[in-house]
Structures are given as structure tokens and as C-alpha cells.
């Protein structure tokens, strides 16, 4: 993959108790930069792990030496090696004296945008993300000759500190036919962006390190014009460009939005919420987290209202492999865990979700047939899959994050929708579902039990939840009368979820009453079992204990 470093003109301009042991050393192609600070030991830096060089430290005419054999910096204190990509910046005292050089290895490397050839032959905008040093430059360097060689494109770079094209006037190689426009200083980049467009006539500008409000803006206003823009921004995760203000315009720029008393009801969420100002500036995102292994978010705009709204959005997590000596690109998933992979953590089977409409709290699937790279199914497709396994619930004036933490923390097999239509049952608030004649009229309709609360408290709106997923539980069971034979008799069983009280009265209301059949409860203790009789009482019903003297139960009987 590697087509050119130019190494020997960069250790050419190092003094020799420098660049002798760089010479002859056989990793040369893992070197990444070179720091040399006074009064310091020179220290090379690899890919796994930095060497010291030399026991001589460095002292001020070795950098002098340096320096005279390099071009000017300029404002970003940046220099450069004429036709080459190696980047040497500074380290001032604060009386501008140069203290400190960092050398760069720049290198131009071919194959390496396979992994994203597809995103662009595309047309769209692509932004690319990653922390400092993780490759975001030679990758746009490489795109540019994909696009102006390969693609037959009109390319202009951006070239702020002449990285990406190396120093000098004239353009390296690397970039094909791409052409180079060199910025006088970093605070004029958003203009000479602006003058490339009116000027140049681009199909697609390319610009590296977007990192003020006025890049930003000029980015925006270059998409407006229907110029495509691959860029690049620090950050190692979309969320990361979410809580960076100066240049969250790229993604759309977040606002607080302050909803009606009704609106947040009916949403769940509190009256402040954050949402996305505009139309993102760029259409895909690539978090580039190493060399090999890229994380694709192929709609930012979704993305970031998914991560606005506190959940997870579609990942697709593209992998170069090397096949009988081929670097094969292969697609592993589209699912959340897909970040959790760059780290070396294991698999896991991924949450399944409908995009924007419903949330899964537990890990559902562990099937293979569900991870292909695009999830895009609907609620009736999902609830087809997963009807017999999970509740499909609607709310309607419930607190959305409380409700979702009460599920995910009593692991409850419930998923939530927008959809009333595919829902199984509704919590409502009683107050709000007063006032909703077409709730209600949708529900009889449709057949859906709506369970209503008086309030947001937590321990109504668990008592909803279990009610919904023990009646769920005991429709799979077969109540009628032969089956309720002294041998068979049905149980309720609750594993921890309802309080004796809540377990009796849900036996009363929905098995002794309705269906006038006798139910047998949960062995307790005999204070228990006594509050237990007097509730049966209350509904004139009448109650025996039966059993062995250390698991007695009630059963309660049908009049």
C-alpha cells in the first residue's frame, strides 16, 4: 500500500547523531513522527511504542541547524520540506524563539479509500472524523486522486499548512490532478475556500481540519451551492462534533427547543429538549478509528436526531482484510456494538430498532439473520419477528425516560413504539386520556387494553408494566375450567415483580372475576397469607389455605 514517504529528504535536514540511527533501522515504515525538544534526548516515535535516538540531548544549534533547511513557517507554525509531505512544526518560548520541533512523517499510500469507494461514487458530502494522527490527511489524499484521476472529477484542495499537498509551489504527486490552493494564513482558510467556488468552478473541494465557526460556515455555504465537500473535523465519535459549539453547523447546528405542557406530555420528556437547528452541511459521516477498521454513519441527519433523542443510531462498521495476499473490503455490521469492536471487546448480539419509532431496552436478537449491513424494517415486521417473545406497548403522557429505565432495569420483555396501531397495550396518563376520545376510540377499535395512571411517579408506571407483561404471561396459559383440574391448577407467577397485595388483586381482577376460575397463589408467610384473605374479603370472595405447613398458599375461589 505504501507508494511514496520521501523519509531520506526529512533525515537529510536532521543532524547526524540524529538521522544515522534512523538509517539503519529496519522499522522505518512504522515511524509515525520525530520530537526534538531542548534539553531533551531526541526521541522517535513508532506505531507501538517510542525509542530514544542518542544520550546526547538536544541543544539550540541543532534546532538552528534544522531550521535553516526548512521553509518558512507560517501562522499555524508549520513548516514544510519543498516536494514532500513531512510536516515539522514548532514549539515557542514567549519570546517567539523555537524550542521545540515536532517532525512528522507525511506519506502517500494507495487502496487505503477502497473501504469507502461505494460512499464515493455517491455524490455526497463526506466528512471524515478521527483523533489527531489517526490518518484523517493522507486518506483525503488519497481520495483526491480517486476523484480527480480515477473519477475523471474537478478537485480542488484546500491546502491550509501545504500538508496535504507538500511544500512548495509545486503539488506532489500523490494527489493525481487534483489542484492545490495554498491559504496565506489559517485565518483566511474560509475565504479562500468562498474563492475557490467562485473562481474555480469545482466539482468537489476538499478541505482538511474544519475547526473555526467561519470554515464552518463556509462549508455550509459551499454545500448550498451544490458543491460536494469531503472534509475532515477532530473528534473520534459523531458525538463528539454533537458537544463541539464551534463547529456543530457541519452536523446542523443543536438548539434547546422549549415544548407546550400537551407537546412534552405526549412526548414523555421534559419541556426543554435539544434538537437539530438545520439540514446537516455533510451527508455521511466516517469515524476513521484506525488504518483497517472505519465506522460509517450513512445519514448523518438521522444520526444525530437519534443521538439527540438519547438513542443509538445505524452503524455500519467496514473492515480491509487481507485475503491470498488481496485487501478485500468486508462489511461486518450495521449495528451498535460495531464501535465497541474497535476496542477489542467482544461481539455481542445487537439491540434491533426501528429507526426514530420504537426502542428495545434488552439485547433481543441472537440471531444471525439479522445482522446484514442496512437494519430497515418496520414495526409490523419487528413485531411479526418478535410478537410471541415481547409486548409491543404505545404511551401516551408517560415519562419516555423514566419508562425506559424501568424496563431496562427490570429487564422486562417490553418494546416501545410510535405506533399505535402494532401495539399490544397503552399506558396513559388518566387525566390526559379523559380529554382523547380518539384514543380510546382507536383502541377499542384496534382491541388494545389501555392501562391508565394517575401520575409520572415511578411505582405507577412500574405497577403498569408488570401488569401488562404478567397478563402476557397468563394468556399463553389455558384457563378453562377442565384444565383447572385439582392437578392442574394455574399459578401466578410473579418472580419477584408484584407485592403479595399486587399479586392477589391482579388474580382477582383478572382470572377469579372475568373468567370465574379458581387460582392458586405464591406460597407465603402466614401474616402475608392473613392481608392476603382480607383483600379477598373486600371483593366478597372467599379464600382457603392449602399446603404444606413451610409452603402454604391461598387459593382464592370463584363465587
Known amino acids: 500500500m505504501l507508494l511514496a514517504d520521501d523519509l531520506d529528504q526529512l533525515l537529510d535536514i536532521l543532524p547526524e547523531f540524529i538521522s544515522t540511527p534512523l538509517r539503519s533501522q529496519n522499522q522505518k515504515e512504522q515511524l509515525v513522527e520525530i520530537v526534538l525538544d531542548i534539553g531533551r534526548r531526541p526521541e522517535a516515535r513508532y506505531v507501538n511504542g517510542a525509542n530514544y535516538l542518542s544520550f546526547r540531548t538536544i541543544v539550540w544549534q541543532d534546532l538552528d541547524f534544522i531550521l535553516k533547511r526548512l521553509g518558512k513557517f507560517s501562522g499555524d507554525n508549520r513548516a514544510g520540506i519543498e516536494k514532500t509531505l513531512h510536516r515539522i512544526s514548532s514549539i515557542r518560548n514567549r519570546q517567539g524563539n523555537?524550542?521545540?520541533?515536532t517532525c512528522r512523517i507525511g506519506r502517500a499510500l494507495f487502496g487505503t479509500v477502497s473501504i469507502i469507494r461505494d460512499l464515493l461514487e455517491s455524490n455526497k458530502s463526506i466528512l471524515l472524523l478521527g483523533r489527531p494522527g489517526v490518518g484523517k490527511t493522507t486518506t483525503i489524499r488519497e481520495i483526491a486522486r480517486v476523484l480527480s484521476d480515477g473519477m475523471k472529477k474537478r478537485v480542488i484542495i484546500i491546502d491550509t499548512s501545504n500538508e496535504i499537498a507538500g511544500d512548495g509551489d509545486l503539488p506532489h504527486p500523490s494527489i493525481g490532478k487534483a489542484r492545490r490552493m495554498q491559504v496565506s494564513s489559517p485565518q483566511n482558510q474560509h475565504q479562500v475556500m468562498i474563492e475557490a467556488v467562485e473562481n474555480h468552478m469545482p466539482e468537489i473541494i476538499i478541505i482538511d481540519e474544519i475547526g473555526t465557526e467561519l470554515e464552518a460556515a463556509a462549508a455550509r455555504t459551499i454545500a448550498e451551492r451544490g458543491v460536494q465537500l469531503v472534509g475532515t473535523a477532530h473528534g473520534n465519535a459523531l458525538e463528539n462534533l454533537i458537544k463541539n459549539p464551534t463547529i456543530t453547523d457541519l452536523i446542523g447546528g443543536i438548539q434547546y427547543v422549549t415544548l407546550g405542557d400537551e407537546e412534552a406530555k405526549r412526548r414523555g420528556s421534559s419541556k426543554s429538549i435539544l434538537e437539530r437547528k438545520a439540514p446537516p452541511t455533510f451527508e455521511i459521516a466516517v469515524e476513521i478509528h484506525n488504518s483497517k477498521t472505519w465506522i460509517i454513519h450513512e445519514n448523518i441527519e438521522q444520526s444525530v436526531d437519534l443521538l439527540l433523542q438519547g438513542q443509538t443510531p445505524p452503524l455500519q462498521e467496514r473492515k480491509l482484510i487481507n485475503h491470498n495476499n488481496l485487501i478485500l473490503c468486508d462489511i461486518i455490521s450495521n449495528q451498535k456494538e460495531a464501535r465497541l469492536s474497535i476496542e477489542g471487546n467482544k461481539k455481542s448480539p445487537s439491540n434491533i430498532k426501528k429507526q426514530k419509532n420504537n426502542h428495545l431496552l434488552n439485547k433481543?436478537?441472537?440471531?444471525?439473520?439479522?445482522?446484514?449491513?442496512?437494519?430497515?424494517i418496520t414495526t409490523a415486521q419487528l413485531k411479526k419477528k418478535l410478537g410471541t417473545k415481547f409486548v409491543f406497548i404505545y404511551i401516551y403522557g408517560v415519562n419516555n425516560n423514566d419508562l425506559r429505565s424501568l424496563i431496562k432495569t427490570l429487564k422486562l420483555p417490553i418494546i416501545v413504539t410510535k405506533?399505535?396501531?402494532?401495539?399490544?397495550?397503552?399506558?396513559?396518563?388518566s387525566n390526559l386520556l379523559k380529554n382523547n376520545k380518539k384514543l380510546r376510540q382507536i383502541a377499542h377499535s384496534k382491541k388494545i387494553t389501555?392501562?391508565?395512571?394517575e401520575s409520572?411517579?415511578?411505582?405507577?408506571?412500574?405497577?403498569?408494566?408488570?401488569?401488562?407483561?404478567?397478563?402476557?404471561?397468563?394468556?399463553?396459559?389455558?384457563?378453562?375450567?377442565?384444565?383447572?383440574?385439582?392437578?392442574?391448577r394455574s399459578k401466578i407467577i410473579t418472580r419477584n415483580?408484584?407485592?403479595?397485595?399486587?399479586?392477589?388483586?391482579?388474580?382477582?381482577?383478572?382470572?377469579?372475576?372475568?373468567?370465574?376460575?379458581?387460582?392458586d397463589l405464591i406460597p407465603r408467610e402466614r401474616s402475608i397469607r392473613k392481608l392476603q384473605h382480607e383483600l379477598v374479603s373486600h371483593y366478597q370472595l372467599h379464600g382457603i389455605s392449602i399446603g404444606p405447613v413451610d409452603a402454604r398458599y391461598l387459593?382464592?375461589?370463584?363465587k
Do not use: M, Y
Request: proline share 3%; glycine share 2%; hydrophobic share 45%.
Open 98 to 101: 523555537v524550542i521545540g520541533l
Open 364 to 376: 433481543v436478537v441472537k440471531n444471525d439473520e439479522w445482522k446484514t449491513k442496512k437494519v430497515n
Open 419 to 429: 405506533e399505535i396501531q402494532s401495539a399490544n397495550a397503552i399506558i396513559a396518563l
Open 450 to 453: 389501555i392501562h391508565s395512571i
Open 456 to 488: 409520572n411517579s415511578l411505582l405507577q408506571i412500574a405497577k403498569a408494566l408488570r401488569l401488562i407483561v404478567s397478563s402476557k404471561e397468563e394468556t399463553k396459559v389455558s384457563l378453562s375450567q377442565t384444565e383447572l383440574s385439582n392437578t392442574k
Open 497 to 519: 415483580l408484584l407485592t403479595p397485595l399486587e399479586e392477589t388483586r391482579l388474580a382477582i381482577e383478572e382470572f377469579v372475576i372475568p373468567k370465574k376460575v379458581a387460582i
Open 555 to 558: 387459593r382464592i375461589l370463584p
